[in-house]
């Protein structure tokens, strides 16, 4: 059921210069998931087991997980802990939280607890250095939490120094552009799960959608049951490479899958390489 929802993974490749990046540093490699909601309907232990065997067998030098493991309730995070913990990187396992992550305050302590415990750290407005001081990794709230402050994170780096940026949601990249973002990670958008060929999401044609699409199908898709803008403001940005200035965007249509599932729009990990 899972494999017609959701259609087969894929495997997207990038490629980005970044400047002042050291030498010893490039060529290395990071692979992105991001959107599990795991919840035993959302994503399938296949689709999940066959993510991450994929992810270990690029051999990364990173791996980061961009938010949004769960729906609602955090007892999920307990099984899907076991799969993650099964992730390889030669530099670990970096995690942010979603929306969904942060709907109730407990939810928050207890997916960051449960994948702290495995190995995962989670970043909330802080920065790390995985590969040495020579490329930072910065890991933000989720956009609409209220400790969203990339301010305090930003202002304490050196311009100069290149920087990976996790941010679940892509709405971010646009307050983000007052300062330096070499690459930012995102996912939240699941690609707009159905897609229409060359002119994109069918969410961003939200009221001509529903006008068109009975009303048992719209109950089964969230992003049709509330105005898309409170969804994502920017779906220019819904999947894939975007240069925002001198800023760049990565969005990941991510893993899980919302009723009635995804079409022209299939689950995806992605495998960056810097230079």
């Given amino acids: 059921m899972h494999r ?42 296949r689709l999940l087991t066959e993510a991450i065997a994929t992810s270990n067998a690029l051999k990364p030098d990173l791996v980061v997980l961009t938010g949004d493991f769960v729906t609602f309730a955090s007892d999920p995070i307990q099984e899907l802990v076991q799969h993650l913990k099964t992730l390889e990187a030669t530099r670990g396992v970096y995690a942010v939280l979603g929306n969904h992550d942060c709907y109730y305050p407990k ?45 305090s994170v930003f202002n304490t780096l050196d311009p100069k120094l290149p920087r990976l940026v996790l941010s ?19 996912g939240h958008t699941h690609g707009g ?40 403001k920017h779906w220019e940005w819904y999947q894939g490479f975007y240069q925002l200035n001198a800023n760049r965007l990565y969005v990941n249509r991510g893993l899980g899958t919302y009723l009635p599932g995804r079409l022209f729009c299939s689950p995806e990990l992605t495998e960056i390489t810097l230079v």
């Fill in 168 to 186: 679940h949601q892509p709405d971010s990249a646009e307050v983000l552009q007052q300062w330096r973002v070499d690459l930012q990670l995102s």
């Fill in 193 to 232: 799960q159905i897609v229409i060929p060359n002119l994109g999401p069918i969410i961003a044609y939200q009221e001509r959608a529903i006008q068109v699409t009975p009303q048992w199908i719209r109950q089964w898709i969230p992003f049709m049951r509330k105005r898309c803008d409170r969804v994502v």
């Fill in 107 to 151: 939810v928050r302590l207890k997916i960051s607890k449960a994948l702290q415990q495995v190995g995962i750290p989670v970043l909330w407005n802080d920065i790390c250095y995985p590969f040495g001081e020579g490329l930072a990794v910065v890991g933000l709230p989720d956009f609409w939490s209220p400790e969203f402050n990339p301010a």
């Fill in 4 to 45: 017609l929802l959701s259609g087969p993974l894929t495997v997207e490749r990038l490629t980005v210069e970044v400047a002042n990046l050291p030498s010893e540093l490039r060529g290395i490699t990071i692979t992105q998931l991001s959107d599990l909601h795991y919840d035993g309907v959302k994503l399938s232990d």
